[in-house]
T-cell receptor, first 112, second 111 residues
Framework: GENVEQHPSTLSVQEGDSAVIKCTYSDSASNYFPWYKQELGKRPQLIIDIRSNVGEKKDQRIAVTLNKTAKHFSLHITETQPEDSAVYFCAANNQAGTALIFGKGTTLSVSS | GAGVSQSPSNKVTEKGKDVELRCDPISGHTALYWYRQRLGQGLEFLIYFQGNSAPDKSGLPSDRFSAERTGESVSTLTIQRTQQEDSAVYLC?????????FGQGTRLTVV
């Protein structure tokens, strides 16, 4: 089945710096890759997603890149702010399209 | 409502008791997932519904866990004979198109 690896598990940056979180997936049939942000005690919130027919997508300070050949995708946050501090999860759908398989999460801390 | 709603928000139960967790998906969303999130951990897939059928139950950890869904509406996750290792936040998500949106979860504590 699909397996998603996420790195790093923790990331500390200074306000204004960029942050990059990387994920790899195992199932070459995966074609949908969302990213969720989860603040402490809150629900996971979808922040950006990408389908396999594009290589990059950007939304203000957030961008996601996808390399289908290497089976990895990354989240890029520019000009980080303290409110970006949260746990970020990547995910990929399985071959049947019946499950989103999540990485183990990255705890991002942005200090001012 | 506008979002996915789960009830109860918190549930404390004694070991060995049965519990039922409820999920109200976003209106019109045909697909629905249940996930488990242990403290400080990732999201563990449990089951997927398309309409009222469950084509993927591969994540249910044991036969103590079951789920059902009425049409394209409410879903309930039932855990029988609860154990302490069942303590976790149980999250429901509904999907419209490809995007899945989560409820706030039910925090289950088994004492």
């Amino acid at each position: 089945g699909e397996n998603v690896e996420q790195h790093p598990s923790t990331l500390s940056v200074q306000e204004g710096d960029s942050a990059v979180i990387k994920c790899t997936y195992s199932d070459s049939a995966s074609n949908y890759f969302p990213w969720y942000k989860q603040e402490l005690g809150k629900r996971p919130q979808l922040i950006i997603d990408i389908r396999s027919n594009v290589g990059e997508k950007k939304d203000q300070r957030i961008a996601v890149t996808l390399n289908k050949t290497a089976k990895h995708f990354s989240l890029h946050i520019t000009e980080t702010q303290p409110e970006d501090s949260a746990v970020y999860f990547c995910a990929a759908n399985n071959q049947a399209g019946t499950a989103l398989i999540f990485g183990k999460g990255t705890t991002l801390s942005v200090s001012s | 409502g506008a979002g996915v709603s789960q009830s109860p928000s918190n549930k404390v139960t004694e070991k060995g008791k049965d519990v039922e967790l409820r999920c109200d998906p976003i209106s019109g969303h045909t697909a629905l997932y249940w996930y488990r999130q242990r403290l400080g951990q990732g999201l563990e897939f449990l089951i997927y519904f398309q309409g009222n059928s469950a084509p993927d139950k591969s994540g249910l950890p044991s036969d103590r866990f079951s789920a059902e869904r009425t049409g394209e509406s409410v879903s309930t996750l039932t855990i029988q004979r609860t154990q302490q290792e069942d303590s976790a936040v149980y999250l429901c998500a509904s999907k419209g198109g490809v995007r899945a949106f989560f409820g706030q979860g039910t925090r289950l504590t088994v004492v």
